[in-house]
């Protein structure tokens, strides 16, 4: 007769395993299950609220200056950096669109995760003829110690015209990162 509740009475030491429990059941734990699953903390989630100027050929900071939500207090408005403040490793993500004065004023378009003020990988866009706005999204998983930096980065080859990172209205250029639970 098979059994669709546990308790610790009917159970010997070393006596459940695959054979035993019924895996396609649901069963009720009562105490603490140990060893499963995990906290994906610290996480944040941060947009810009306004525009960053963009130089020609040159990479920039973006503004991200706003939060949605920082679990573990690790993002600095003040600086747009992600600290992560345990040894590990993080998914981050950032998104950006970038606009141009000039219908044809934007070539190449890239957005770049900084580790510790260096490119650590970046992802490339060409700028379509006669549209002035471009959109890019960006991710990593990324092993680093609890004092290392992470920063987001545009850069544009502007032809014409200036061109700015877009952070008004709905959360167009953001930034985020959570523990990855290993």
Same mark, same amino acid.
């Given at each position: 007769m098979a059994i669709d509740k546990v308790t610790s009475a009917s159970i010997t030491t070393d006596a459940v395993g695959p054979t035993q429990l019924n895996e396609a059941s649901n069963y009720a734990f009562t105490g603490t299950v140990t060893g499963a699953g995990g906290v994906n903390t610290p996480v944040f989630h941060a947009y810009a609220s306004g525009t960053t100027?963009? %130089? #020609?050929? /040159?990479? @920039?900071?973006?503004?991200?200056?706003?939060? =949605? &939500? #920082? =679990?573990?207090? =690790? &993002?600095? /408005?003040s600086q747009s950096r992600y600290t992560p403040g345990f040894v590990g490793k993080s998914y981050i993500y950032g998104s950006s669109v970038n606009n141009s004065s000039n219908d044809s004023g934007l070539d190449d378009n *890239?957005?770049?995760? *900084? &580790?510790? @003020?260096?490119? *650590?990988? *970046? %992802?490339?866009?060409?700028?379509?003829? @006669?549209s002035r706005v471009q959109g890019h999204h960006i991710s990593a998983v990324i092993s680093h110690d609890a004092d290392d930096y992470?920063?987001?980065?545009?850069? =544009? #080859?502007? /032809?014409?015209? %200036?061109?700015?990172?877009v952070g008004e209205g709905n959360q167009p250029t953001f930034f985020g990162a959570y523990k990855i639970i290993e």
């Open positions: 100027s963009l %130089s #020609d050929a /040159t990479w @920039g900071k973006i503004n991200i200056n706003t939060e =949605v &939500f #920082d =679990v573990g207090s =690790v &993002f600095d /408005t *890239y957005l770049a995760i *900084y &580790f510790n @003020g260096n490119i *650590y990988c *970046y %992802s490339r866009t060409q700028h379509p003829t @006669g992470f920063e987001l980065y545009a850069h =544009v #080859d502007i /032809t014409a015209g %200036s061109a700015t990172v």
